[in-house]
């Protein structure tokens, strides 16, 4: 029988969030569907360029929306 540690280890979606809980976003729901749509329009390196975001947070907001 799996411990409680182990569980949390492999359920990464729950562990992301325990991790995350602490820190406030500088974009909101709204905000980052808007971004997403603009890097659609314009393209990723622009839109990071502008919003000074990285690719990894738009591929996460990817997966999130």
């Known amino acids: 029988m799996p411990s ?3 569980d949390e280890i492999e359920n990464s979606s729950y562990t992301r ?3 995350s ?3 406030k ?3 909101s729901a709204e905000e980052k569907i808007s971004i997403l749509d603009e890097v659609l329009r314009d393209g990723a390196p622009k839109v990071m360029a502008k919003y000074n975001i990285s690719q990894d947070a738009i ?3 990817r997966l999130l929306y």
């Open 4 to 6: 409680e540690y182990t």
């Open 17 to 19: 969030r325990a991790f």
């Open 21 to 23: 809980m602490g820190k």
């Open 25 to 27: 976003s500088k974009y």
């Open 59 to 61: 591929h996460r907001w």
